[in-house]
């Protein structure tokens, strides 16, 4: 049986954590957050009508 891996799951708690904070500090700003926005600039994935109408 595979052991688990604390580390990964601190981290993932860590990271989970700072969002949290930082949507914190965003709404007290007055700015407002997506949920869907992870922050960086991804760029649109095409859906699958963009792939039929080529």
């Given at each position: 049986?595979?052991?688990?891996n604390?580390?990964?799951?601190?981290?993932?708690?860590?990271?989970?954590?700072?969002?949290?904070?930082?949507?914190?500090?965003?709404?007290?700003?007055?700015?407002?957050i997506?949920?869907?926005?992870?922050g960086?600039?991804?760029?649109?994935?095409?859906?699958?009508?963009?792939?039929?109408?080529?």
């Amino acid at each position: 049986m595979a052991r688990q891996n604390f580390k990964f799951e601190k981290r993932q708690k860590e990271i989970a954590k700072q969002k949290k904070a930082e949507e914190k500090r965003l709404r007290k700003q007055g700015i407002e957050i997506d949920d869907d926005a992870s922050g960086e600039n991804s760029p649109k994935e095409p859906s699958v009508d963009d792939w039929l109408s080529s």
